[in-house]
Structures are given as C-alpha cells and as structure tokens.
C-alpha cells in the first residue's frame, strides 16, 4: 500500500471523503493561494467513485442525480460561479423558480404564503384572520428561539402552518416540530412579508417570489456531477477505502490493506462515521446525540411531456408518502420525448422504500410509458437542529481541532448547506 508522501508543502495532509468539500479542498491544497504551501494530498473514498451526493449516476443513457441539486449563489458576482464557470469550465444556465404546493387537491405557486389567493375563499379567510393576529400581536416575525412548532404559528398563524408549514416540516424531517430548533433556517426559511401576504390574497398573482432558491443555475449539459468531474481529475484518491481506527494520538489511519500518517486530517465523512474512528476519545459517546434523517430517492423517466408542472412541487399532507416530486427534464438535458421525476420521501431509522403507484397515480403515468427508473438511497440527507444540536457539536469539534483534525462539509460540520457552502468549507480546510 502506497504511503502519503510529503510534497513541497511539508505537511502531510489526508482527506476523509471525496465529494464536493474534500474534492475542493485537495484542489486548492495542489492549486494554493499566493504564497501558501503546495501540498498533494490523499484522499480516502469509502465508495468506487468520486462526488459524494454531487454525483449523477447512468443508466440507460438517462443520467439521474440524487434528487434535486441544483445552484444557488449567495452573491450575484460569487467567487464560486465564476469558479465553476473559468476554472472548471462548465457552462451554467440560470432558471426562475417554478415551484407549487399540492394542497387541496389543487396546486398553489410556491411560496404558499405570497398565493393565499388560489385557497377556497373561507380557508384563505382563515388564514389572512390567523396571520393578522400573530402580526399584530407577537410582532413581525415571531420570537427567534423557540421551537420551529411555535415559531411557525407565530410567524404565520395557526392556519397557515396547519396547511403547509407544519405537515410539510414533519414528513420531511420525521422529527417532532417542538424539539427541533429553528437555528437552520437561516435564509432557507425567511421570515413572512405582511404586504406581500396582503397582495397574494387579494389576487392570484404567480409572479410574487421570494426566497434564497427564487432562481437556480444548472450545468446546461450533462448533470451536476460534472462539477465533482472536474475537481476529480489528477487528484490521488484511494476508493473503495475501509476505515477501521484512527489513531488520533500518532496520528496515523489504518484502514484495509494499508496506513496513513498524517499532520493535518480534513474529514468531510458524517460525524457518527469519524467518531466511531476515534478508539478511545473522550467524545466518541456524543455521537449517540447526533440525529439525522435518510432520504429514500426514486426517480422514473417516463415517455410523456411534463413541462407544464415546472421544476418541483411539494406535498404537505399523508395522502402520498412522498413530500417532494422534482422534474429533472425541466432543467437539464434529457433525450427528447422524455421526463425523467425525482422523488424524494424521507426515514430515520428504517428506510422507508416507497411504491411507484401513488406518483403514477398523481402522474397519470401508465407501466408502458416508463423507460427507465433507477432507486438511489441517501442515508445521511439531513442534520436535524434538535436543541442539543448545538452544545453537542461545539464539544466534539473543540476535542478535534485540538488534534488537527478539521471535520468539515454538509455532514463533517454537521449542518444543513448547499453545495457552494460545501465548496467554501473545502476553500477553508486547505488553509
Ligand atoms: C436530498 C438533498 C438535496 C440537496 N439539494 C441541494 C441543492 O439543490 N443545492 C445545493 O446547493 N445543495 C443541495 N444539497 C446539499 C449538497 O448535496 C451538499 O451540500 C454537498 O454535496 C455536500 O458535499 P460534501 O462533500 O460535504 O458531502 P458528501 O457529498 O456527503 O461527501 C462525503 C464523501 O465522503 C464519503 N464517505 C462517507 N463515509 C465515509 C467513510 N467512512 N470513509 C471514507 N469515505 C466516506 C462519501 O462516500 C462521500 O463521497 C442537497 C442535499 C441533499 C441530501
């Protein structure tokens, strides 16, 4: 087995993961900033390919990726389009979100609280009657540190979280509402606008947008894998890695067939794998506290056209198991004729593996219109912010970067972000 060597750099340094956080911290290890060290580090990759959930997978010459993935900048001028556009050379296409609710038996523009116009007329009453009152009463915005239950009532009113906010939080995250803290919001759960409330109930009106996904970017061919493509070329990664103990102490990884010693190890695996590692670290029991939840991926590409629905639709209510159906063709290349739907219902302890009947049903799809389907399994999808989240974290990561250890990423840091995040955490690491 081949041992990490030192390159001009000096410091020996070992990646955990290769997908889009680890990914782009080798690239930057080898590619430095003006007058940092030139390292080429290893990576180890449990799977036989790079990309983690950036990946898109084949089948069929239909491609597939796990569930949606798409691009949302923070900044119109980001470091990282213009990263993924120049350096990578990958040409992006911009979308304007369209996006509904499947509520009533009808389908209400997204977001629901800007569309109260398209509800029956009593049941939109309810909701203006119920938000007014949170409104005026509690303030603009709710109160920030309660749980996302509360939050979303005195934010919304009790009517419009009964609707959408609460039923839609519950499937997706399978995790009781008044446990779970509201520390993940951030800019993916902005807080209501009354006149923009006010206006989408007076009159139907699809154009009322808001929100940090209100427009995407998308690879224009290809899928979103090529991003990970791109980063993979040239770098050293052992796939098909099996970890078995990291001695934190001598700082060494053993793993099937081979030993690694390292100065500096940037993990970007799910926090449970990296503790389960450390033999004898006094934080390896806090990963009894971490909470998560898997997400079961079906995705069927049919011959029918589906461009009217737009790129995804939500479902709040227990009439379907699934809380979210995506359409893949609405933004990226698929072979003319076909549709190819993503969708996404999610599980904590035991998969929940869904039929396709319920989304054929929805769909009006027959069996002999289907060409392909292709099942992906997404065990680690979201960190659940239960109110130990926080102080949990903070333990663990304060015992790991006394060890040079940098536990980084979507599930590394433990957190809820997106890709651009996932590339700037890689940014940071390899500094
Ligand atoms: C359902 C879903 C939808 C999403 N949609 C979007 C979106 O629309 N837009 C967006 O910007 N972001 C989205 N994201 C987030 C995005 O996928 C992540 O932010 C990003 O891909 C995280 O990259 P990462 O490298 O940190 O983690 P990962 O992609 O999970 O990579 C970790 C790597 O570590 C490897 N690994 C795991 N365990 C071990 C081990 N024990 N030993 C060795 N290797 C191991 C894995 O195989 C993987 O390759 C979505 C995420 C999910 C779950």
Do not use: C, L
């Given at each position: 087995m081949k041992e990490d060597k030192k390159v001009s750099g000096g410091k020996k340094v070992v990646i955990l993961g290769a997908g889009l956080t680890g990914l782009t911290a080798a690239h930057f290890l080898e590619n430095?900033?003006?007058g940092a060290a030139k390292t080429k580090p290893f990576i180890l990759e449990k799977k036989s390919c790079a990309g983690g959930l950036c990946r898109t997978e084949k089948k069929d010459g239909f491609s597939f990726d796990y569930t949606g993935h798409l691009l949302h900048f923070k900044k119109t001028n980001s470091f990282w389009k213009t990263f993924i556009t120049d350096n990578l050379k990958i040409d992006l296409k911009k979308h304007s979100r369209k996006a509904s609710i499947h509520i009533m038996n009808t389908l209400i523009p997204y977001p629901f609280q800007y569309h109260l116009a398209y509800l029956p007329k009593t049941e939109k009453e309810k909701c203006v009657r119920d938000y007014l009152k949170v409104y005026k009463s509690?303030?603009?915005?709710?109160?920030?540190?309660?749980s996302f239950r509360r939050w979303a009532e005195n934010s919304f009113g009790k009517r419009m979280a009964s609707l959408f906010f609460i039923p839609y939080n519950k499937k997706l995250w399978n995790f009781n509402l008044n446990k779970m803290?509201?520390?993940?919001?951030?800019?993916f759960v902005p807080p209501p606008d009354v006149k923009m409330i006010l206006k989408g109930a007076d009159k139907k009106d699809p154009s009322q947008t808001a929100g940090y996904n209100a427009s995407f970017y998308y690879p224009r061919k290809g899928g979103i894998g090529r991003l990970p493509a791109a980063l993979e070329a040239g770098k050293n990664i052992i796939f098909n890695a099996v970890i078995k103990e990291i001695d934190f102490k001598n700082k060494n990884i053993f793993f099937e067939g081979g030993k690694m010693p390292y100065d500096k190890l940037i993990s970007t695996i799910p926090l449970p794998e990296l503790l389960s590692y450390l033999k004898g670290s006094p934080v390896k029991h806090l990963s009894k506290k971490l909470k998560w939840t898997g997400v079961y991926n079906m995705n069927i590409t049919v011959k029918k056209n589906f461009s009217k629905l737009g790129h995804w639709i939500y479902f709040p209510h227990g009439k379907v198991p699934f809380y979210r159906l995506g359409f893949l063709s609405n933004f990226s290349d698929v072979p003319d004729g076909f549709s190819t739907i993503y969708i996404e219902s999610s599980y904590r302890s035991e998969r929940k593996k869904i039929s396709s009947a319920s989304v054929m049903k929805f769909l009006n799809i027959?069996?002999?219109?289907?060409a392909v389907t292709k099942n992906l399994d997404i065990p680690y999808a979201y960190v659940i912010y239960d109110m130990e989240r926080a102080k949990t974290l903070g333990e663990i990561k304060e015992f790991l970067i006394t060890r040079d250890i940098i536990s980084t990423g979507r599930f590394g840091g433990w957190k809820y972000s997106t890709m651009e995040e996932a590339m700037q955490d890689g940014f940071d690491a390899a500094f």
């Open positions: 430095p900033q003006a509690a303030g603009k915005t709710g109160v920030a540190d309660e803290s509201t520390s993940w919001m951030g800019r027959t069996d002999n219109e289907i």
